[in-house]
Structure formats: C-alpha cells, structure tokens
C-alpha cells in the first residue's frame, strides 16, 4: 500500500462531480475508485462527492455521495452550485462524459460551473474528432472553464489542440487508474468460478453491439478447432439505457449467434454488473482479454486498463486507448472487425505459454505505473499547480465618487419608437424588440436628469410618452407590453407588473415632467387608466402602482382614485406581511424575487402620503429585513441574485446581480432618509450606488463609464458584457437619485455623498 503524504499546496478540501456507484456503468465505478483512492492517499481531505442522477430515487447511494443532482432538472444544477460554493470546498473535479449531464451536449453542467467561483479540473472521458454544434460548444465553454483538463490518452492532446485550439498548458494526461494487485497465474483463480481446465478468453464491461461482441463469436468457431476447451466469458450486464429501450432482446442475439455457429458450449454470457472486488477476480482468472470495439476514436477504456493493471494478455482492435497502452509489445492489435486476425492470434497465444507469460509480465509491469494512488497524487498536483498559477485579484478600492448622470448610452437605445429592450454587448439587439417597461423607465429619467438641454428632453419625453399612450389598449383595458421591431404588438395585455410600472411613471410624469404638456398628457392618461391597479394581484405590480399614486397625490392631495391606492394596497401589504413572516422572515412573501426593495418604498411613500404611522413603520421594517439580507459579509451591497427567487423561506443567492436591486434599494433607502431624517439610510443609498462603481463581491466596475453605459448583471466569473435598457437605466436613474442625495445640505455637510 502507498504511503500516506501530506495534500499538495493545502488542498484540503475539493468538490467530485461524476456517476458513483451503485449507478452501474464505467463512470460510476472510475469517479468510485478515484474518490477511494484520494481517501486513502489524502486522509486528511475532505472530498464531497456530488452524483449525476439518471434515475432519481432508483439508486441507494452510499454516505459518500453528498449530494445528488437529477440529470435532467435545470435548477438542481443551480442548487449544487450553491452548495459547492457554500461548502468550503477550494476546487472541482469534473468528470465528464457525453450523455450524463442535462441539456443539450450536456450544458447543464455548464450553469452549475459558471455559478461556482473555484478553479475547477476536468477529466475528459470521451474526446470527440468531429463533434456536432453542441457538442462542440459545451466542450469549447468547459475547456475555457477549466484550469486543467486531464485526459488518458496522448491522442486527447493532439485532438483538443486540433479541434477545440485549446491552450496545451491546461493539458496533462494521466493514464487511467488500476487497482494494486499481485501478479497470479490464471489457473490459480479458475476453480471458484467452474473454469478450471479451460483456456478462459474474457471480455468485460455493459453489454451494447458498440463492443464487438459478433467478431469474437465469428471467430470462436475456428479457436474451438485448435483448442476445443476454449471457454469465452462475456462478463456484464445489458447497459441500462438499452434494457430500457429493448430489454435482454440484443443479449438474446447475440447467444442465437453462438448456437448457429456451434460454439454455444464454448461461450459463457454472465448477465451481472459484479462487484469490483469480484471483477478481479473474473480478470485474474482469465487467460487472455479481448476488446474487440468498434469504435476507432474511442480514447479510455476502463476495462483495458484493469486487464493490463492486473498483468492479462490483452488483444485488441486498435482503437486510440488501446494503441497507446498496448504499444511497444505490451499487447497485440488486430484490424476492426477481422475476425480472422482474432482466432489466429488467439489460437497462437493460447498455443504458446512462453509467449503468454512474457507479454503478461510485460503489461503487469506497465500496470505498476497505473495505480490510482499514483492518479490521485498527480491530479492532486495539477490542482494545487493550476491554483498556484491563476492570477490574484487585485483588490484595490475602485473609484467611488458618483458619475455625473449621462443619456449617451440612452440614446444608442433609442429609436423614432421608443427605447429597445436588448443588446449584444452594447450594440441594439432589434430581434427582441421594445417594452413598455424600458419606456416608462426612459420617461422618468427624462424628468429627472438635469444636464440636458430643453430640446433633447422634449425629444425623447415624447418619444417615450408615446410609447407609454400607443401601448394602452382600451379594447382589454390593459397597456400592453412587448412590440417587435416592425411596431407590431406581441400580445393584446402585457404582464401586471408591466401595468403597474405604466402607472407609475405617469404618476411621476404628473408630478416631474419640466414641460406643462407632458403634465398635462400624464395626468390625462393616469386619470383614464389608474382603474385598472384595482385588478392587479402581484405585490410589486401594486407597489407600482402605489408610486405613481405617491407622486400623483403630491400634485394632486385630494386625488380620490390615488388616495384609494394607497389605502387599499398598503394595507393588503401589510396583511401579507402577517401571513407570510416568521420570527427569521419579516417580509411580504415566502420568497424574495426581483425589484425586492419596490415593496417597503411604496409602504414609506405611502405612509409619508396619507400620514399613516403604521404604514411608514411597516416599509422601514421590512426595509432594514431587506437591507440587511443585500449586504455581505464584507459589508458591501450584494444584490439578492437571481437565483435566490422563489426559494421559500430560503437565504438569499450572490449569483446573478442585476443592475435594478441596486437602484431599488437606492431609491428605498433615500425615501426612508427623507421621512426619518436617519443618516443611516443616506449611508445604505450610497453603500448601494458604489457596487455599480466596484464595491461589489468580485471589486468589478458595472458601469461603463464615460458612455452612460452598464453592463447587464455580477456573475461569479465576471460582469455579464450585455448593456441592456434596464441596466442602463438603473445606471441612470440611480445616478439622478445620487445625485439629488448629495445636493441635500445635511448630506453634504456630513460629507455622506462621497468616500
């Protein structure tokens, strides 16, 4: 046994990805085999295995698996990413297989990488010459992922620098891994299995008509003539998929074979997926080991490097693994298919001992250089190598005085018909079209932002106000939201919370707009469609709705349909906090989702409005609840991430950061400054602006600079390089809102805008 020695570079701790048995195919058993190894080689390392689940509740996974992942559930790639990244653990070991991760090509697996900020190693079981579109783009997205990339087989190398012009310094190859054996004759082991004083030929691994099975049975007949107790053992059970689609029918074939060419005697099929202690002995037991495959590209084979770890006479076709390991007389290749090559070889060996003995020897000794142990300290190296290697964040403070408000980034927005939704980094994407979400939005900048001269802001307030009039729809009483590039509207009603926000930038635009006619056009069309708030049932869609009532009724104290708003939604917010909170959980829902921050703003406008103590003191709760969940442990603002929603009663997520939490959370903590008058508040508005400047968990910069510009979200890799409408927006309108913050005398005297 290898001794133990100390876990390279303090790599205490790693995530395994893969099959584990008793999940019954090759992956299973390797990814079982190497977290046993790195267990015995590393004692003192934690190894949390995370199992790829075909077949969810079918398999009886030991104490070792921490944690399953249905393959074909989106969000349980998700939900493993947070637990990987919440676990400790300082890498990931991928092991990776075409057919075992969810998705198209497998690119779940992908989703789950690109939420796990830790250097990740990937051992790459099949290498493909001429993948399809998929395939080729789920393994480009893993191979840029990785820091290293492990394959078994030289010819992985030379296939990946062709094919995916990967960079050949993440590449090792590290040859599969046997166990340690002693080296014992065949005869010594045939009798607990009913074999003795026959010439065993063995084939083992999952039954499929990929594994050449015809060939040896086609050649058996003519071995049979030269060494009639000959005695070929197809060990293995059916693959899973393949009973699944046709039951035991292929296996059935394949012994009507052996009866029609007169060798059914002289063919042993074993329907078992055998232990791997009794695998073993199975190997140990045989004379001779055929794989006759098929497939020529096929780079590992499991089973041919047990057969040589335990010192078998191997003949093979010469598929990649099979050329490489066998070379240099530690083995005998045959043509694909040639069934004469097979019985003449096998005849020849089973006819020489000499000759059997020296080539056993011969890959028993090639085999020493296989075992696992030896496996497990190399990539345990290459691991602690690549982590060593990968750049440090430069952790520097980012600049933190707040940006001069900017419509540059707008305007390359916007069009004659409004402001488009989408962009491939910052060019327009005309594909998805506008919104009305982005257009009530544009419009309440429009009032806001100061540097901008009277014919720009006219230009582009009737541009969007246009937009805002063209969308309501009086047949269905509803503003619609989505309308493709050709002005064609995708749907008759948009969504409730697309209406809510229509109302309220109406409401703003009654109270804000600089131009008396866009007040007027406001007030008109609030007028003629705040009906419609009474019919929406979303708590954000209300508390939309409630702004543009707040702002309404700062123009207007008596306006009746406003104040009815207020009263009616505040109070039904407050009836929701009842229901939902718990003595951990004071908030409206059981789940946190976007625009979080909308929710107590609206109770604190509402509050400050009708002059309703009760109200206010709801909105600062649960406000102070919210904050306090968007700050990290460094005390910077982290968003709620986008994959924390419509997690019951659940601790928020980091991943993915959008750019809107940011400026909710602004406009929130500003309306909680302006009734309380607490510094606080004005603290945890700017604390939210700078984490557009860097103040974030990854010290990355959203804002663009110097073109108004923001990137679309905070991944755990990076900055998502889209610049968006509501990113740019946020940007935007969080800026104005800074902005004002920091004009007010007690702000700036307390030197609380800046730093």
Same mark, same amino acid.
């Given at each position: 046994?290898?001794?133990?020695i100390?876990?390279?570079?303090?790599?205490?701790?790693?995530?395994?990805?893969?099959?584990?048995?008793p999940?019954?195919?090759?992956?299973?058993?390797?990814?079982?085999?190497?977290?046993?190894?790195?267990?015995?080689?590393?004692?003192?390392?934690?190894?949390?295995?995370?199992?790829?689940?075909?077949?969810?509740?079918? /398999?009886?996974?030991?104490p070792?698996?921490?944690?399953?992942?249905?393959?074909?559930?989106?969000?349980?790639?998700?939900?493993?990413?947070?637990?990987?990244?919440?676990?400790?653990?300082?890498?990931?070991?991928?092991?990776?297989?075409?057919?075992?991760?969810?998705?198209?090509?497998?690119?779940?697996?992908?989703?789950l990488?690109?939420?796990?900020?830790?250097?990740?190693?990937?051992?790459?079981?099949?290498?493909?010459d001429?993948?399809?579109?998929?395939?080729?783009r789920?393994?480009?997205?893993?191979?840029?992922?990785?820091?290293?990339?492990?394959?078994m087989?030289?010819?992985?190398?030379?296939?990946?620098?062709?094919?995916?012009?990967?960079?050949?310094?993440?590449?090792?190859?590290?040859?599969?891994?046997?166990?340690?054996?002693?080296?014992?004759?065949?005869?010594?082991?045939?009798?607990?299995?009913?074999?003795?004083?026959?010439?065993?030929?063995?084939?083992?691994?999952?039954?499929?008509?990929?594994?050449g099975?015809?060939?040896?049975?086609?050649?058996?007949?003519?071995?049979?003539?030269?060494?009639?107790?000959?005695?070929?053992?197809? +060990?293995?059970?059916? /693959?899973?998929?393949?009973?699944?689609?046709?039951?035991?029918?292929?296996? %059935?074939?394949?012994?009507?074979?052996?009866?029609?060419?007169?060798?059914?005697?002289?063919?042993?099929?074993?329907?078992?997926?055998?232990?791997?202690?009794?695998?073993?002995?199975?190997?140990?037991?045989?004379?001779?080991?055929?794989?006759?495959y098929?497939?020529?590209?096929?780079?590992?084979?499991?089973?041919?490097?047990?057969?040589?770890?335990?010192?078998?006479?191997?003949?093979?076709?010469?598929?990649?693994?099979?050329?490489?390991?066998?070379? %240099?007389?530690?083995?005998?290749?045959?043509?694909?298919?040639?069934?004469?090559?097979?019985?003449?070889?096998?005849?020849?060996?089973?006819?020489?001992?000499?000759?059997?003995?020296?080539?056993?020897?011969?890959?028993?000794?090639?085999?020493?250089?296989? +075992?696992?142990?030896?496996?497990?300290?190399?990539?345990?190296?290459e691991?602690?190598?690549?982590?060593?290697?990968?750049?440090?964040?430069i952790?520097? $403070?980012?600049?933190?005085?707040?940006?001069?408000?900017?419509?540059?980034?707008?305007?390359?927005?916007?069009?004659?018909?409004?402001?488009?939704?989408?962009?491939?980094?910052?060019?327009?994407?005309?594909?998805?079209?506008?919104?009305?979400?982005?257009?009530?939005?544009?419009?309440i900048?429009?009032?806001?932002?100061?540097?901008?001269? %009277?014919?720009?802001?006219?230009?582009?307030t009737?541009?969007?106000?246009?937009?805002?009039? /063209?969308?309501?729809?009086?047949?269905?009483?509803?503003?619609?939201?989505?309308?493709?590039?050709?002005?064609?509207?995708?749907?008759?009603?948009?969504?409730?919370?697309?209406?809510?926000?229509?109302?309220?930038?109406?409401?703003?635009?009654?109270?804000?707009?600089?131009?008396?006619?866009?007040?007027?056009?406001?007030?008109?069309?609030?007028?003629?469609?705040?009906?419609?708030?009474?019919?929406?049932?979303?708590?954000?869609?209300?508390?939309?709705?409630?702004?543009?009532?707040?702002?309404?009724?700062?123009?207007?104290?008596?306006?009746?349909?406003?104040?009815?708003?207020?009263?009616?939604?505040?109070?039904?917010?407050?009836?929701?906090?009842?229901?939902?909170?718990?003595?951990?959980?004071?908030?409206?829902?059981?789940v946190?989702? =976007?625009?979080?921050?909308?929710?107590?703003?609206?109770?604190?406008?509402?509050?400050?409005?009708?002059?309703?103590?009760d +109200?206010?003191?709801?909105?600062?709760?649960?406000?102070?609840?919210?904050? $306090?969940?968007?700050?990290?442990?460094?005390?910077?603002?982290?968003?709620?991430?986008?994959?924390?929603?419509?997690?019951? =009663?659940?601790?928020?997520?980091?991943? %993915?950061?959008?750019?809107?939490?940011?400026?909710?959370?602004?406009?929130?903590?500003?309306?909680?400054?302006?009734?309380?008058?607490?510094?606080?508040?004005?603290?945890?508005?700017?604390?939210?602006?700078?984490?557009?400047?860097?103040?974030?968990?990854?010290?990355?910069?959203?804002?663009?600079?110097?073109?108004?510009?923001?990137?679309?979200?905070?991944?755990?890799?990076?900055?998502?390089?889209?610049?968006?409408?509501?990113?740019?927006?946020?940007?935007?309108?969080?800026?104005?809102?800074?902005?004002?913050?920091?004009?007010?005398?007690?702000?700036?005297?307390?030197?609380?805008?800046? $730093?």
């Open positions: 046994m290898a001794p133990i100390a876990v390279p570079g303090g790599m205490d701790h790693i995530a395994l990805l893969g099959n584990f048995l999940r019954k195919c090759g992956l299973a058993t390797f990814t079982t085999d190497t977290y046993q190894a790195l267990r015995q080689r590393f004692p003192e390392l934690t190894v949390d295995v995370y199992a790829m689940d075909d077949r969810p509740g079918l /398999h009886a996974y030991p070792e698996v921490t944690h399953r992942i249905p393959q074909n559930d989106r969000t349980a790639y998700s939900e493993a990413a947070r637990r990987i990244a919440e676990s400790g653990a300082k890498a990931v070991w991928v092991q990776h297989e075409y057919g075992i991760y969810g998705g198209a090509a497998g690119d779940y697996l992908l989703a990488l690109d939420r796990v900020g830790l250097p990740v190693i990937v051992t790459l079981h099949t290498i493909l001429a993948p399809n579109a998929d395939q080729r789920v393994m480009d997205a893993l191979l840029r992922r990785a820091a290293r990339v492990i394959v087989a030289d010819k992985g190398r030379e296939i990946l620098a062709r094919v995916h012009d990967v960079d050949p310094h993440k590449l090792v190859m590290i040859p599969h891994g046997v166990p340690d054996r002693a080296f014992v004759e065949p005869d010594a082991m045939k009798d607990r299995f009913g074999w003795a004083g026959r010439d065993v030929i063995l084939t083992f691994g999952l039954l499929a008509p990929n594994k099975i015809e060939t040896m049975i086609a050649a058996m007949p003519a071995v049979v003539e030269r060494h009639p107790n000959a005695l070929y053992v197809v +060990l293995g059970a059916t /693959h899973p998929h393949l009973v699944e689609h046709e039951g035991e029918a292929y296996r %059935d074939r394949l012994k009507a074979l052996a009866a029609d060419r007169g060798v059914a005697d002289n063919i042993c099929f074993v329907d078992a997926f055998v232990e791997h202690e009794e695998l073993l002995d199975h190997l140990q037991a045989a004379d001779l080991y055929v794989t006759p098929n497939n020529p590209a096929q780079i590992t084979s499991g089973t041919l490097s047990y057969a040589v770890g335990m010192g078998k006479v191997v003949i093979s076709t010469p598929y990649v693994h099979a050329s490489e390991i066998l070379a %240099d007389d530690h083995g005998v290749l045959v043509p694909f298919g040639d069934v004469a090559a097979f019985a003449r070889e096998i005849t020849r060996l089973l006819g020489d001992a000499s000759a059997r003995r020296a080539l056993a020897e011969r890959a028993y000794a090639r085999g020493r250089t296989m +075992l696992w142990p030896r496996l497990a300290e190399r990539a345990m190296t691991l602690a190598d690549a982590i060593a290697t990968l750049p440090a964040r952790h520097r $403070a980012p600049e933190l005085a707040p940006l001069k408000p900017n419509l540059a980034a707008v305007e390359r927005m916007s069009d004659a018909t409004g402001m488009l939704q989408h962009s491939i980094f910052s060019v327009p994407d005309r594909r998805h079209g506008y919104c009305i979400d982005d257009n009530a939005r544009a419009l900048l429009m009032h806001r932002i100061d540097d901008l001269n %009277d014919t720009t802001r006219d230009k582009w009737s541009v969007y106000a246009a937009f805002l009039q /063209h969308a309501w729809n009086p047949d269905t009483r509803r503003f619609r939201n989505f309308m493709n590039f050709d002005r064609s509207w995708c749907e008759d009603q948009g969504s409730e919370d697309s209406n809510g926000r229509a109302l309220w930038a109406l409401g703003v635009t009654a109270r804000e707009a600089r131009a008396r006619k866009h007040r007027d056009w406001a007030i008109a069309l609030f007028d003629a469609t705040a009906e419609i708030a009474f019919e929406l049932g979303s708590p954000r869609a209300r508390a939309f709705a409630m702004l543009g009532a707040a702002a309404m009724l700062d123009v207007y104290p008596g306006h009746g349909r406003s104040i009815e708003i207020l009263t009616r939604f505040g109070e039904e917010l407050v009836a929701l906090l009842h229901e939902a909170r718990r003595p951990e959980w004071q908030w409206f829902e059981i946190l989702a =976007y625009d979080n921050a909308r929710l107590p703003e609206a109770m604190i406008r509402a509050g400050q409005t009708l002059e309703r103590s +109200l206010l003191e709801v909105g600062l709760a649960t406000l102070d609840w919210i904050v $306090a969940r968007q700050t990290s442990p460094e005390g910077r603002f982290r968003a709620v991430g986008t994959e924390s929603f419509h997690r019951p =009663y659940a601790d928020p997520l980091p991943f %993915d950061q959008q750019p809107l939490e940011a400026q909710a959370t602004i406009d929130a903590c500003i309306a909680a400054y302006e009734v309380t008058g607490d510094a606080r508040w004005a603290d945890e508005a700017m604390k939210a602006y700078r984490w557009y400047l860097g103040a974030n968990d990854l010290d990355l910069p959203l804002a663009s600079g110097a073109d108004g510009g923001c990137f679309d979200g905070l991944m755990p890799h990076g900055v998502n390089q889209n610049q968006g409408a509501e990113s740019i927006l946020a940007l935007q309108l969080a800026s104005c809102a800074i902005s004002a913050l920091s004009n007010r005398p007690a702000v700036v005297a307390e030197g609380r805008a800046v $730093a």
